[in-house]
């Protein structure tokens, strides 16, 4: 097993609400620093490789990692499943030893969660969990500094960069976001990040596809402790009622393909159009986002292309929340 101390990033209900956002405000302060002040890192992983061991296809989260570790002057070495035995060929506890062996970080896009477990468990370097079937926690790091954009942008200057002079504990608290979709990876990584912050969250899923029991009831736990709202409903109208923000997902997941007929019957009625947001009740000015990549089903062009969708400043967001994560691992060896 691995030596004691080291730090990973697999899922956020290993992190406390300090910690997620001291990694908030470090993308912030990222942000801010490339784009608005031109400034450079100072190259602190010169010398330093991040293996980015991929088994499903990826355009955001890898092009976000290879960016960011250019930026900190590292070198960004990517590992496809062609290119590697991940999991085929040689075990997974072998693989994470070998490769742990030569490089200073991992970050790996799985299948099922257990396999980034199995990597974390006997890696000697910090391994980063960058999609499971589980949770997918870089993607909620990037909706939570988009919101906080959002919302602490309005009414002043959304053209100015302000986001870095508050900190998101004063702009994220007492959000109402719905969910409207499938119970994922995305589900659970809000469902596992949400209640800490007091984020309230209106959950709508096509009965067959609600979230993991055990994921509710942590997030229930969390809830309990910070006076958050979680609510449950398989109606896309009642979750998004007095919502500030409505979020969704693709119905088809990578390796879902052969389950799309049925998926697009059950999900019927689960299209985030604006008649749907307002017979259900979403407060006049909520905000759309989307992890991407996006299909035609879950969302209206309407709304996808609308001033109410951020979704394309999410994607940006990736960069900045996934360099916060490497820097905090690599660099300063900590949240
Ligand atoms: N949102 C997301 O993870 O996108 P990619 O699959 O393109 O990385």
Redesign the pocket.
């Known amino acids: 097993p691995a030596p004691p101390g080291i730090p990973h990033y697999l899922t956020h209900a290993d992190l406390s609400a300090k910690e997620i956002y001291n990694l908030l405000t470090l993308a912030i302060q990222h942000k801010h620093n490339v784009k608005y002040l031109n400034k450079s890192s100072g190259a602190p992983l010169a010398g330093k490789t991040l293996a980015i061991m991929f088994s499903k296809?990826?355009?955001?989260?890898?092009v976000a990692t290879e960016s960011a570790v250019a930026y900190l002057g590292g070198q960004p070495m990517f590992l496809g499943s062609q290119d590697i035995q991940l999991g085929v060929n040689e075990s997974l506890l072998d693989t994470s030893k070998v490769v742990s062996s030569m490089v200073d970080g991992i970050m790996a896009r799985v299948g099922s969660h257990s396999d980034i477990e199995t990597l974390a468990k006997y890696s000697t370097v910090p391994v980063i969990n960058a999609?499971s079937d589980k949770y997918?926690p870089t993607?909620i790091l990037a909706d939570l500094m988009t919101l906080h954009e959002i919302y602490v942008s309005q009414p002043s200057s959304p053209s100015s960069y302000v986001a870095h002079q508050t900190h998101p504990s004063k702009t994220l608290p007492g959000l109402r976001v719905a969910w409207v979709g499938d119970g994922n990876n995305i589900l659970h990584s809000m469902l596992a990040t949400f209640p800490k912050l007091g984020v309230h969250l209106n959950v709508a899923t096509p009965r067959g596809y609600e979230p993991s029991e055990e994921i509710v009831r942590y997030a229930q736990t969390e809830a309990g402790k910070t006076n958050t709202e979680l609510k449950f409903s398989f109606d896309p109208k009642d979750a998004v009622k007095d919502a500030d923000v409505i979020v969704t997902d693709t119905w088809i997941s990578m390796g879902q393909e052969s389950e799309k007929a049925q998926r697009i019957k059950d999900f019927t009625g689960y299209r985030v159009t604006s008649q749907m947001a307002k017979e259900g009740g979403a407060k006049s000015d909520w905000k759309f986002l989307h992890?991407?990549?996006r299909k035609q089903e879950e969302v209206s062009d309407e709304v996808f292309y609308s001033p109410r969708s951020f979704v394309f400043q999410e994607a940006e967001n990736r960069k900045w929340t996934i360099l916060a994560v490497i820097d905090a691992l690599l660099v300063k060896k900590g949240f």
């Open positions: 296809r990826s355009t955001r989260t890898r999609l997918h993607q992890c991407l990549p």
